[in-house]
């Protein structure tokens, strides 16, 4: 699933690379796109690398590959302008999470949670909600409080045991202890599953489980945190 800006700039990339052979630069990207800034474009380029669309070619300046594009009848949904606009990458409030007491939840057996969309665990992207999705999860693994589920994408998590295609089980919250792994809004647009780091007073990184991934630093105003990692689903197959 690509936003429109993410699948823009892909499309933009690779006109680029057939008519000339060469990539655009951040600035000639930034233009294209119609962004305020060159920090857009980075987060662009590294969600369509994290997610396997292009390919930074090392030890070369502007060296981009593509290496799969999303063709309109088969390939990853776009987010509509309107989603976009209205914050379509925000978990939003208007869903019914569960909220039930330990001794209800152990009465049920199995709770149903509803499943909002997908989250990066690599870079920011859409957590995008779907009312008719929903996982059941043992009510054992959950403690008082409200709850939802979460797929994620990308591989910047693996050393803390979580992969692509698992299902996060995530506790609603708006606080979390320094060393937790969080759901964290990022200036009011893009979500992330990180682990959360405490900077001093001012401060929050955003630290993957990759050494291959960098770990984000942030003023503490421009994450807003929308839940903590409390259990985690994963489907075998043969």
């Known amino acids: 699933m690509l936003t429109k800006k993410q699948h823009e700039l892909l499309a933009f990339i690779r006109r680029r690379l057939k008519e000339t052979g060469v990539a655009p630069s951040f600035d000639e990207m930034k233009v294209a796109l119609d962004l305020k800034s060159k920090s857009g474009i980075h987060r662009l380029i590294t969600a369509l690398e994290e997610r396997g669309f292009i390919r930074r070619l090392p030890h070369r300046a502007r060296a981009l590959e593509v290496l799969k594009f999303p063709e309109a009848s088969g390939g990853p949904r776009l987010l509509a302008d309107r989603e976009e606009r209205d914050g379509g990458m925000v978990i939003q409030g208007n869903f019914r999470p569960l909220h039930a007491e330990p001794d209800e939840m152990a009465d ?15 870079t920011p992207i859409e957590a995008l909600r779907d009312p008719t999705a929903a996982i059941g999860v043992p009510a054992s693994l ?29 506790q609603e919250c708006d606080t979390a202890d320094s060393g937790s792994i969080i759901v964290a809004l990022i200036d009011g647009e893009e979500v992330t599953l990180k682990r959360l780091r405490r900077k001093g007073a001012s401060s929050i990184a955003l630290e993957p489980a990759n050494a291959h991934y960098e770990t984000r630093i942030f003023g503490k105003n421009r994450v807003r945190i929308q839940g903590k990692l409390v259990g985690l689903y994963r489907r075998y197959f043969e």
């Open 108 to 122: 049920a057996g199995v709770i149903e949670l509803p499943l909002l969309g997908r989250i990066a665990a690599g």
């Open 142 to 170: 959950l403690g008082p409080g409200n709850h939802y589920a979460l797929e994620v994408t990308g591989d910047s998590m693996i050393e803390a045991g979580i992969y692509d295609g698992d299902t996060a089980i995530i």
